[in-house]
């Protein structure tokens, strides 16, 4: 089994920061992309940011130059430093990681189950 623990939700003003974490744990070979998706109330679930395991990043064009995603591969886990938070950045925030349990296994998408993140004065 493998699970991902999301945490550093919470409420924060608008133009504040706040970072989250990820960290998988459990049976895993290897972990491959990693990524953060936020669902906004009464919206679908939309992408924000993706890192490789070779640490690559590509942002969503709503918060890039605002968020940083980043990771430490030797802690599984990943990182979501966000700044300059809006309103509409108001969302669960959930975790993603594509990872194998072991050589020859396919590929799985495993998921967070969210961190409320509320920006709001």
């Known amino acids: 089994q493998v699970q991902l623990v999301e945490s550093g939700g919470g409420l924060v003003q608008p133009g504040g920061s706040r970072r989250l974490s990820c960290a998988a744990s459990?049976?895993?070979?290897?972990?491959?992309?990693m990524g953060w998706y936020r669902q906004a109330p009464g919206k679908q679930r939309e992408w924000v940011a993706s890192?490789?395991?070779?640490?690559?990043?590509n942002y969503a064009d709503s918060v890039k130059g605002r968020f940083t995603i980043s990771r430490d591969n030797a802690k599984s886990t990943v990182y979501l430093q966000m700044n300059s938070l809006k309103p509409e950045d108001t969302a669960v925030y959930y975790c993603?990681?594509?990872?194998?349990?072991?050589?020859?296994?396919?590929?799985?998408?495993?998921w967070g189950q969210g961190t409320q993140v509320t920006v709001s004065s």
């Open positions: 890192i490789s395991s070779g640490g690559s990043t």
């Open positions: 993603n990681a594509h990872l194998t349990t072991q050589i020859g296994a396919p590929l799985h998408s495993n």
């Open positions: 459990g049976i895993i070979f290897k972990i491959y992309t």
